[in-house]
């Protein structure tokens, strides 16, 4: 499969285009016999990975053409038929689909959650009902089993215990911001986010597609997040995890906190707190190694990596995501633009996109290029933060504001069976579909997608500056 993929051009920021080409490019070399994305263009991590798709995905349908897209919905459908009775999800399938790996109990749960909130997307940006109603008992299944997790009756799910220091993988209770190599024991905030997301997430598919059971979903949504809040809430920002002896590690995990504020688990109050940590922390967080997976290094016998290499203060740019979209969302443009800048001109990435990890001392990249999840992480958070799209369940959201200096602007997308043709320019606020004007509501037009058609939609955003 060799599609060019979807576009951005910008008049503004010098390089930002260029990067979304090398991360785009990056997932669609990733793709192989039209049934797998691959870990990293090369294979060297064979086949489809949960972390890595989740983040591939997120970008990738973003940038991808149908028939790219349709990659994620087959890999979908073959990853289900892996889950166990019980809700286990594998953490690898192979690209046949004949075979899948599967972690030992209480590792990875952010894995399974990760699982049922691809399938939301894939379902948002294509309009596959069928494919949402195939894959709906095994969402229930996969929900129902880190329900079963919880142990003391939190509502959180708990993981695995490791009795001594990490000398390789970690206790990996999560791994998808805090890196596989931590031993984050037991209660992790990791986990809740995830397990909150999937729920708020698989609540409204089914609301939108009268299926039952949403209005149970979105409750015990609710409670996970008032748990969460009331567990994992230092004053400033969310703890990485608490041991099984009760003790707190109020380490400093960047996606963690800025997902947060994506999902609505960190209310307003804590949002800015989290936003005032990345304005305070900026250099260490966004500018010296953009992306850095903490604030300072893990305690000794915390993590196996030594300090400012991979996860234990390393730069990881899938987090550059779900950064991008809480900076956007608590208002600090300045801050954004200039994290904006950083990646776009001095982080070191090939024709295929980001590598695994760069050290967080001297920005060197670490092992491999081509990372699906760094690339898709990235896009995800160009496309919805900094630009301010949105997909939320039949509707597409489109903010009216954008940093002046990345005006004009132009992307494509592929949504719902349209082409969606954008076009950014400096003026009033206001929004056109089809140079017919859209309402604005707190600063974002929605749209609905009309039936399929050949003819692109057409969406005029005069943006004010941001």
Known sequence: MDHAPFGLSTSGLQGLEILHRRCANGIAQSITGHRTHHANVDGTWYGSWMNDLFFGERGGLWCGDPAQQGVFLAELRKIARHVQPDGTVPYQVDPDGRSANFNPPGVDLDRAAEFVLMVVRAWETTGDDAFAEDLLPTCRRILDGLARQDIDGDLLPEGRSLTGPVTGV?????????????????????????????????????????????????????????SARTVFWTGQAFAAWIDRSGTRHDDWITGNNAHAVITGLADPAMAAAIAD?????????????????????????????????????????LVTGP?????????????????????????????????????????????ADGLLMNNGGFIWGLMEGTLGLGLTGTAMTIR??????????????????????????????????????????DGVASITAPARSAAPLRIRIAALPA
């Not at 031993?183 to 729920?199: I, P």
């Not at 940093?403 to 494509?412: I, K, M, Q, V």
């Open 170 to 226: 970690g206790s990996c209770a999560s791994v998808s911001y805090i890196g596989d190599t931590a031993k984050n024991d037991w209660k992790d905030f990791g986990v809740a986010l995830f397990y909150h997301h999937a729920l708020l997430a698989l609540s409204g598919m089914c609301r939108e597609l009268g299926f039952p059971g949403w209005k149970s979903l979105l409750a015990r949504a609710n409670a996970v997040a008032e």
């Open 277 to 317: 940590t990345f304005e305070r922390e900026r250099e260490a967080l966004l500018m010296r190694t953009p992306g850095r997976v903490r604030l300072g290094n893990f305690a000794a016998g915390d993590c196996s990596n030594a300090p400012e290499d991979y996860w234990n203060g390393g730069a990881w740019p």
């Open 323 to 367: 950064i991008q979209i809480a900076l956007a969302r608590t208002g600090r443009w300045k801050t954004l633009l200039a994290f904006l800048e950083r990646l776009a001109q001095r982080t070191p990435v090939t024709e295929r996109g980001f590598h695994e990890a760069y050290d967080g001392t001297t920005g060197k990249p670490g092992y």
């Open 400 to 441: 009216n504001r954008l940093p002046g200096s990345l005006l004009p602007t132009t992307a494509r997308c592929c949504w719902r069976g349209h082409i969606v043709e954008l076009a950014w320019s400096a003026g009033d606020g206001s929004i056109t579909l089809d140079d017919v004007p859209l309402p604005i509501v």
